[in-house]
């Protein structure tokens, strides 16, 4: 099957108010690619009665403005904002799970494919798809939050031929100015990781994560028979960040049904963990090269990999 894009839909500056901000066990911030991809998937299946031949095989993600809904309380510490539920019949408060939630300004740029799109449409015909998929899109819920209307003239979806050159691709970015782009830095925990094996063999991938995710001070300019020492945070290559890309299986797969209180009842069920790897915000005027911004789905169903793959 041919996957090349036909074309390329942009779906800008959407606001979503209370999107969930705890992305994963371990995380929290910007929503999971997999709750983006997630979003995309229900849009496709959404519009399939209307246009039964479109796809959606990748998405990029550009972030404009990120508010989380927190407090900073005396101590420095920031908590989130969360909700008070009514009290029980004892007049005690009710046990709850935190949640996490933030106002994001974002565009989405969705890779298309499409015979009757190749086929070549009408203008009016393509300005109609592109708004019908809008419509659609702020009826749906993107990582829990909801879609707000708006009736700005850069809030209205395009649908463009597909370049292979890049230079449409490279004018949609700079239109989504200021912004930043999410794209995957794998490369880099994989050199941290081979990195810290050299000095001690134990080390692992979580190992390097963790180092090149937290905020490290090292003595910089000195001798060993100095007597002042001057420390100084260690520089990135970049806006690094640990990201959640999917899920692994940690059990084996259970027919549908035999595990108890699970939310589908009707498909086979296995018990999973997050895998994680390093993310990198860019500006898209900054971009040298265009390869490494669309995420896709990747299933390994043997080894049980369930993944966000940029490419």
């Known amino acids: 099957m041919n996957l090349n894009p036909d074309a390329l839909l942009v779906l800008p500056w959407l606001r979503v ?30 519009i399939k009665p209307q246009y039964t031949d479109l796809s959606f095989i990748g998405v ?13 309380l005396d101590w420095g510490k920031t908590v989130f904002r969360l909700t008070r539920n009514p009290l029980d019949k004892n007049g005690e408060s009710p046990s709850f799970a935190e949640e996490g939630r933030a106002l994001i300004t974002m565009s989405l740029l969705i890779q ?29 819920r993107l990582a829990g939050g909801s879609i707000l209307t708006s009736a700005a003239k850069k809030s209205k979806a395009r649908l463009s031929d597909w370049d292979v050159t890049g230079d449409m691709l490279k004018a949609e970015l700079r239109r989504l100015l200021p912004g930043f782009l999410l794209t995957s830095r794998e490369d880099l ?30 003595p910089v300019g000195t001798d060993s028979d ?4 001057e420390w100084h945070v260690r520089k990135k290559r970049g806006w690094i960040v640990p990201i959640p ?12 049904g035999e595990v108890h209180n699970a939310r589908d009842t009707e498909i086979p069920f296995s018990f999973v ?30 080894k049980g990999l369930y993944s966000c793959i940029c490419s």
């Open 17 to 46: 108010q209370n999107a969930n901000c705890i992305s994963s066990p371990l995380t929290w911030g910007f929503p999971a690619m997999s709750a983006i991809l997630g979003f995309v998937h229900a849009l496709e299946r959404k």
């Open 60 to 72: 990029g993600v550009i972030c404009h403005r990120f508010e989380p809904q927190v407090s900073s």
């Open 112 to 140: 298309v494919k499409s015979e009757n799109y190749s086929n070549k449409l009408t203008t009016s015909q393509i300005e109609e798809m592109a708004e019908e998929i809008l419509k659609a899109a702020h009826g749906s």
């Open 189 to 218: 925990l994989h050199e941290r990781t081979i990195e810290l094996q050299r000095v001690n063999p134990d080390k692992t991938s979580l190992d390097a994560l963790l180092d090149l995710s937290s905020l490290n001070y090292e």
């Open 226 to 229: 100095a007597e002042i020492v």
């Open 245 to 256: 890309i999917g899920y692994r299986t940690i059990s084996k797969c259970y027919e549908a």
């Open 273 to 302: 963990e997050s895998i994680y790897s390093l993310g990198q915000w860019i500006s898209p005027h900054r971009l040298t090269d265009t390869g490494k911004i669309f995420w896709k789905h990747e299933v390994d169903v043997k």
